[in-house]
């Protein structure tokens, strides 16, 4: 798809993708323009949006492409460039909480998948595939974020259950989720004593208080209580103290997949500025025609495609088996801050149009604070980064 600049708007032009990758891509996006581009704006100002939504997007495929077939997922012939694809589609929307809300499973449902008894996907996946059910990941604690080896809530083993106290915040989709995969203490102190339990919300003990923030309104966000909650050990995902490491492994996925959210929603600040440069006339010729305002095209799709480039070596080494985590986590840095370049100069050029409630630059711009932080924030990623690199 050529933009309004003369380049690819959608994405920069991959190696790695194939005519079934671009077939998919058309039907993502056919989906995004009938179902949601018509009320997002809508849904953004209620602060939700249907939760049939996930049905919807169950039944084209989105809520179970790189999942179990025998789980109700979709795998035949996928790769990791599917779900990159189906994050770049849907952030067209440049409604960061559609997609957190949305794609909410992605971090909830992974460890299960791969941790989890037989009996426990069987009993969980299916319903959450099909868009019924819906999932969510609890690891941040009132008392810090990404030092996870050492969180507190606390799971003690009482015969065939556990007891659970503790609280998670900024939980993404807490308030609606049925299932909560929650990272708890059931050992010692530091990495090794973590492990990963099943909570049901409608256990006794669950409570849950919705939060306000400053962007992705429309995907709910709740701190989570758990008093004295009754967990049966079936609920185990994996070996008990051994959640540490599902949980590592599961930000790097995270992370690759907010890079291609940020870097699509880069491209929807261009575009959208490049539409109204076109049109708006400032001193007898179009905004375009200033050299000041090309210079900021320039440098944003410069940016923009560096880091594409970034994010696709990435995602084909992870599709290879590869577990990059020092290029993971600076990708994430790149691509969020590419993003909140773009958004910068993009609002700039746009003025007061793009400071008025319900435009798409409007929106990413306020959430551009949420994607640095979240998953892994800039200082946690550098810092991680050198530390992969032997410093």
């Not at 959450?128 to 604690?141: N, P, R």
């Not at 015969?159 to 010692?188: C, P, Q, W």
Request: net charge neutral; proline share 4%; hydrophobic share 40%.
């Amino acid at each position: 798809m050529t933009g309004v600049l003369g380049f690819n708007t959608t994405r920069l032009a991959s190696p790695h993708l194939t005519p079934a990758h671009e077939a998919w891509r058309q039907t993502v996006r056919t989906f995004v323009d009938r179902e949601i581009m018509p009320h997002v704006n809508e849904w953004d100002e209620a602060g939700e949006f249907p939760r049939s939504l996930h049905k919807k997007a169950a039944e084209v495929g989105l809520i179970g492409v790189g999942y179990p077939e025998d789980l109700g997922g979709i795998s035949e012939d996928i790769d990791v460039f599917h779900s990159m694809i189906a994050a770049e589609e849907l952030s067209r929307t440049g409604a960061g909480g559609l997609v957190a809300g949305l794609m909410t499973h992605g971090i909830g449902l992974p460890p299960i998948i791969a941790l989890g008894s037989e009996d426990l996907k069987r009993r969980i996946a299916p319903s959450v595939l099909s868009g019924e059910k819906l999932i969510a990941l609890c690891v941040t604690e009132p008392s810090g974020g990404s030092d996870v080896a050492n969180l507190k809530t606390r799971a003690v083993r009482d015969g065939d259950h556990y007891s659970v106290n503790g609280e998670k915040t900024f939980i993404t989709t807490g308030m609606r989720a049925d299932y909560l995969t929650v990272a708890v203490r059931t050992g010692g102190d530091g990495a090794a004593g973590i492990s990963f339990l099943l909570v049901e919300t409608d256990r006794p003990g669950v409570s849950r208080t919705p939060l306000k923030k400053m962007g992705w309104w429309m995907s709910d966000t709740a701190s989570i209580h758990f008093d004295d909650v009754k967990v049966p050990v079936e609920n185990l995902i994996g070996i008990e103290n051994q959640g540490f490491l599902g949980i590592v492994a599961n930000f790097n996925m995270e992370r690759l997949s907010m890079s291609a959210q940020a870097v699509a929603f880069a491209r929807v600040c261009i575009e959208d500025a490049a539409i109204w440069a076109r049109e708006r006339h400032t001193f007898g010729k179009p905004l375009a025609k200033h050299q000041v305002i090309r210079h900021k095209f320039s440098e944003m799709v410069r940016r923009v495609n560096a880091t594409s480039a970034y994010l696709d070596n990435c995602a084909w080494r992870v599709k290879n088996g590869q577990s990059p985590i020092s290029d993971l986590s600076l990708l994430k840095v790149q691509a969020t801050r590419t993003m909140e370049f773009c958004a910068r100069e993009a609002m700039q050029i746009l003025g007061g149009a793009g400071f008025m409630r319900g435009h798409r630059v409007e929106r990413i711009y306020r959430e551009v604070r949420v994607m640095a932080i979240g998953g892994g924030s800039e200082e946690i990623m550098n810092d991680l980064a050198a530390r992969q690199m032997g410093l």
